[in-house]
């Protein structure tokens, strides 16, 4: 059993390390609220903007433009999305494993990274990485953005790639984020259901031309909002895993300090024998 001064440096240990992690849980909760906020009044702005791409995608025939043309399967290219840091549960794990689920469909497939955690898993396990990003803000912009999409369509339209995919993390609650894979390109060419009377609404000038400047900008959109849901997936799994910690550390302290009560009084208990034998010695 260890010594009482053991015990008690290891309970110090622990209630420092417990007020880091509650000085970062707070954290978390604060960046994870603004992180939601903005996610979440994005989202309406995001869905309207694809509602309108569809509304003008339903009769356009897809071998006449070369964001909708259907080429196989052959050559993908994944931009992967994940957070520079750590701390926050499973939640790059199940990105990065969703990324090579996709990846598994593809006789060839290379990657883009956002975020350090899917860019250092990849390079460590021999994944070909054609560009990288790391180091973008909470609050990222379209400015942030323009990099990544210039990758994506650029290679794409050049027909190095046959498909892009993006994977990322949704956000569903606080307790709960799901890896999502989508499609970015090619377009589909389908009509989603809306609540919208899309049949009214008249373009100037005509469809296909308005595509060539609109699908890049809903690109932008797709992109700059699954780095929002990503960002606020990020918070959230960190908040509960700093909350998971900071109870693992009270049940520690709990219990080192048990076992620190238990050493001194088995110590008291030894110097009492100890001293009764010696008097009874001394009497003998």
Not at 4 to 22: D, Y
Not at 80 to 98: E, P, W
Not at 121 to 135: C, S
Request: with cysteine.
């Amino acid at each position: 059993m260890a010594s009482a001064k053991e015990v008690r440096r290891r309970i110090k240990s622990a209630t420092n390390t417990k007020q880091i992690i509650k000085a970062m849980e707070l954290t978390s909760v604060i960046k994870m609220q603004k992180a939601v906020a903005k996610n979440l009044a994005s989202r309406s702005y995001a869905r309207s903007a694809n509602e309108i791409l569809h509304s003008l995608l339903g009769d356009i025939n897809p071998a006449e433009h070369p964001f909708l043309e259907t080429r196989g399967h052959d050559k993908k290219l994944i931009l992967l999305i994940t957070s520079d840091r750590g701390l926050c549960g499973g939640l790059n794990a199940k990105a990065i494993k969703k990324a090579l689920d996709a990846a598994k469909h593809a006789k060839e497939a290379e990657f883009v990274t956002i975020g350090r955690k899917g860019r250092d898993f990849l390079k460590a396990y021999g994944y070909k990485i054609v560009a990288e990003f790391t180091k973008l803000e909470d609050r990222p912009s379209f400015k942030d953005i323009l990099p990544i999409i210039e990758v994506a369509t650029g290679d794409f339209l050049s027909g190095k790639y046959d498909e892009v995919v993006l994977v990322y993390t949704d956000f569903k609650s606080t307790l709960t984020q799901e890896p999502i894979s989508k499609k970015l390109l090619p377009f589909q060419n389908s009509v989603e259901k809306t609540n919208h009377q899309q049949d009214k609404i008249t373009f100037e000038p005509q469809k296909a031309e308005i595509l060539n400047s609109l699908i890049p900008r809903i690109l932008e959109i797709k992109v700059w909002q699954a780095l929002l849901e990503s960002i606020a997936s990020e918070h959230s799994a960190r908040m509960v895993a700093m909350k998971n910690a900071n109870e693992s550390a009270e049940e520690l302290i709990s219990d080192l300090t048990l076992t620190y009560n238990q050493t001194r009084q088995a110590g008291i208990t030894q110097e009492i024998a100890e001293i009764s034998a010696g008097k009874m010695t001394l009497e003998g």
